[in-house]
């Protein structure tokens, strides 16, 4: 793919993260300085079609190289890197890799699911486990022997429960039920109330049902249903552990399935909802994790994915571990 590297091209990778909803880029050296980066909405082929994600990717990927004084002038690199959510099966990813190894970007290129990335950013070596959990949620493991076990993240068809979506349905469900009387009374009622400016629930509900809020405002419940379950609300609580379930119950399935159990894994957690949530939280879904494997280190992650991504990127060329180290350092959230 592509003609032949450009002055310049051959000392940069490029870099993707591509969620459900906001993609990264970077443009990163092999001496791992960030030259440059951008961000936009998401951009995963499930929910664009590949056509219009290898387009959005382009914009971005165009717009990081301004930002790092680059020309556009293809191949734009050595490598790129692109972790995309929605490449849940070998299909998937063989059909984008095509449409991006002709866009001619870099001589070389490695597609895979996003999971991967966020594992690649959090741990020391890119091995253990990692669950993400933004608009969706999906878990990924790789042992040291390299095996990866991985599920789909197709909604309810592939079984999943506990995005961030999902999780603002909830709030909003329980809210209902609360009003109207089919269900227990609980603080939900009156914060999703409040979070719309509503005068009532089934208000809020007749706005989503006209298309006067869009859909997706249901995702900007979870935070709340949080925020209710922290002050002790039991109908809130109820639903937060069933989902520090969820979160436990992907880390110990895949820990089981790589044999990991009794080794010392990573468990790196990540994704907007994870990264949001408080402290107490956090230390239950250790607690269950440890059960199952109790040396294992659980952490949330630290850096953007996107630099998971471009540590594989840096990986492949074969920087040095003092490059990675420092891309690692420089991105670190403070």
Known sequence: MGGGMTAGSQDVVVAIDGGNSKTDVLIVSRDGRVLGQSRGPGASPQNIGVDGSVQALEKLVLEALRGAGLPAERPFATHTSAYLAGLDFPREEEILHAALAARGWSDTLIVGNDTLALLRAGSSDGTGVAVVCGAGINGAGVSADGREHRFPALGKISGDWGGGYRLGEEALWWAVRAEDG????????????AHFQASSVLDVVQRLHFQDLHSDSIHGLCPLLFAVAADGDEVAQDVVDRFVEEVAL?????????ELTEEAPEVILGGGVLTGVGAQVIAEIERRCLKVAPQASIQVVDVAPVVGAALFALDTIGASTAAKASLKAATKRV
């Open 250 to 258: 992907l880390v110990s399935v895949i820990l089981r399935r790589l």
């Open 182 to 193: 089919r269900g227990p009374g609980t603080a939900l009622q009156a914060a999703v109330t």
